[in-house]
């Protein structure tokens, strides 16, 4: 799988969400995002219903396609989010050190965190899924950035089981 397309795809995802009036986005954004399919996994392990959050890329903060979905608008419907807990979604894309991470956060109605991190060099090699249920997360607001409390790795067939 080439990672290039992927990225240059996600370099455009940006959905809205807002603390007031919460406009579900066109999901295709998500479409993009990280593997074939993930999209489509994180949905339903949000469930429907769930606050859109958005994506933020952060490989380049100055792209014109951020203006669409601020780093401010997805920070205030993350943290509303967790303080309601009501489930949400929200994804970003980085570059660790040496490779595309497509990072998705969610929050489930049993209230649960869940982290699925997809990691592939940045030629697209040595793709990786990581998947942790968490208990809480502690977040950087500022960055979004986040770490999980309590978490535990999960198994291929239990995400399967997961995301059915």
């Known amino acids: 799988m080439n990672a290039i397309p992927h990225i240059a795809i996600s370099i455009a995802l940006l959905t809205a969400c807002s603390t007031t009036a919460v406009k579900e986005p066109d999901t295709s954004p998500w479409d993009a995002f990280g593997y074939r399919g993930m999209a489509g996994e994180v949905n339903r392990l949000a469930g429907e219903g769930s606050l859109n959050c958005g994506i933020h890329n952060h490989l380049d903060v100055n792209d014109p396609v951020n203006s669409h979905m601020t780093i401010a608008d997805s920070r205030a419907c993350v943290k509303s989010a967790i ?55 502690k977040i950087d607001y500022k960055s979004l950035q986040y770490e999980g409390i309590g978490c535990e790795a999960i198994r291929e067939d239990e995400w399967q089981d997961a995301v059915k």
């Open 83 to 137: 303080g309601t807990q009501t489930p949400f979604r929200y994804g970003s894309v980085r570059i660790p050190v040496d490779s595309y991470l497509f990072d998705a956060l969610v929050l489930t109605a049993s209230g649960k965190y869940w982290s699925i991190k997809y990691d592939s060099m940045l030629d697209g090699s040595d793709a990786q899924r990581f998947v942790e249920r968490c208990n809480d997360v």
